[in-house]
């Protein structure tokens, strides 16, 4: 996840005082901090969306995880220090046990947020998300009306999915809007950030498109790059002035982490009045922060007990928890794909490998690439940076990204470059 808000709000400091702050020193046994946990508690759902990469239908799915079976691997996180759970789907409210689950985090001081459609939540079912003490909740909203619910393929999703925003807020949870831009709905983002505002919402969550379920078999309609640099542009345009006029509105981006390059570039033509200190101080912030970490910081465990280096990577399973802890499995690098995610430098090849900015994105999104090509360590088709700013003299070639045909490509997890 790429936090452009606390970014915004160091360079609002170094804008009044003219010095970067100094990053905040980690608590004491910081490093002892496991990966965040998204768990994908149950696959059913109401909705059948167009990017669900958990591709989710609403009937039931056999040989999940059972309440006790869960109970365990928790003690397991906790164990190994995972700080932060995220409660996912399918449409995790569909649950029958997951206030059980959620009492049982909470009461365990793990971080809780719950990821939920927001069609569900009623009145009733509001006020037990608010008893249940969820520090986060993060609610899908595709566009506006008619793009949401084309999206969502349900009329009225909308106006649900809202009604929860509000019915939440009033109870005083935190929320936050999550959008998965493409070509077909890119147009909304500037009403939706502007929704955000009216709503006071707290926080902005945009995914760039990844290639998992069905937001592969849509690949073909990812947003382009000059739409996706506008969209960033926007966001960052936004995040700027919320720093500056000391609003405490957050913005974070995903799945795609030429972001990170991309805002030291919009900060040195957006702000060339800080001093090359500051740009410096934010160029080094960022390589603190590295990219990519699927398989480091992020892990997920699907709704069968599936461990995976994150959801993206439902193809790719490294063990099961009903075989093995998840510590163990996660610690395991005998897997050629997690040696190669834990690699102190990725083995990535292509244009990433010659990469500029490789210490700032650390290779990016590796699904994209083994999707398109069969190699996980080839170059990230999503990569929205030129031959020129990215330092390489290539000759404009890139990977295509090409419309999903059926089937899937081989897992290709070479160790060396590709
Ligand atoms: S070329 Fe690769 S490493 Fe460089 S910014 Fe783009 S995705 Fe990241």
Redesign the pocket.
């Known amino acids: 996840m790429f936090r452009i808000s606390q970014y915004m709000r160091e360079l609002a400091q170094a804008h009044r005082g003219g010095v970067y702050p100094a990053p905040r020193r980690a608590a004491a046994g910081g490093s002892m901090t496991g990966p965040v946990v998204i768990w994908n508690l149950i696959r059913r759902c109401n909705l059948t969306c167009q990017h669900c990469y958990a591709l989710s239908a609403d009937h039931e799915y056999s040989g999940e995880l059972s309440g006790a079976e869960v109970g365990t691997v928790m003690d397991d996180l906790k164990a190994f220090h995972v700080p932060v759970l995220i409660l996912s789907g399918g449409e995790p409210l569909m649950r029958p046990d997951i206030f059980e689950i959620a009492a049982r985090a909470k009461a365990m001081r793990f971080y809780i947020g719950l990821s939920t459609n927001g069609t569900l939540i009623d009145e009733p079912m509001a006020d037990r998300v608010a008893a249940a003490g969820f520090d986060y909740v993060g609610i899908s909203l595709d566009g506006l009306r008619e793009t949401h619910d084309k999206f969502r393929r349900l009329d009225g999703a909308f106006d649900r999915s809202l009604a929860a925003v509000r019915l939440l807020h009033a109870r005083g949870v935190k929320v936050g809007l999550r959008f998965t831009m493409t070509a077909m709905n890119a147009h909304d983002l500037p009403a939706l950030l502007q929704l955000m505002r009216d709503e006071q919402v707290d926080k902005f969550y945009f995914s760039h498109l990844n290639y998992a379920g069905r937001g592969n078999i849509h690949r073909g309609r990812d947003a382009q790059f000059a739409a996706t640099r506008e969209a960033m542009d926007l966001l960052f345009e936004t995040a700027w002035q919320a720093a500056l006029e000391g609003r405490d509105e957050e913005y974070v981006t995903g799945n795609n ?2 972001d990170g ?1 991309y805002l030291l570039q919009w900060v040195a033509e957006h702000l060339p009045h800080l001093s090359p200190l500051v740009h410096e101080s934010l160029r080094q912030r960022l390589v603190a922060w590295g ?1 990519n970490s699927s398989g480091v910081n992020v892990a997920n465990i699907d709704n069968l007990g599936n461990v995976h280096p994150d959801t993206m990577w439902w193809h790719h399973t490294l063990g099961n928890v009903r075989e093995r802890p998840f510590s163990a499995i996660w610690a395991d690098t005998s897997d050629p794909l997690m040696a190669g995610l834990k690699a102190r430098r990725r083995p ?1 090849g292509g ?2 490998g010659g ?1 500029a ?2 210490a ?5 999104t590796r699904v994209r690439a083994q999707q398109l090509t069969g190699n996980a360590w080839a ?2 088709p ?2 929205y ?1 030129s031959d020129a700013e ?1 330092g390489v003299s290539g000759n404009g070639e890139r990977v295509k990204v090409t419309a999903f045909s059926g089937g899937r490509k081989r897992v290709g997890v070479p160790v060396v470059a590709g």
Not at 360 to 364: E, K, L, R, S, Y
């Open positions: 982490d030429a390059p990219g990535v244009r990433c990469c900015h490789f700032i994105c650390g290779g990016n170059e990230d999503g990569c940076l990215i």
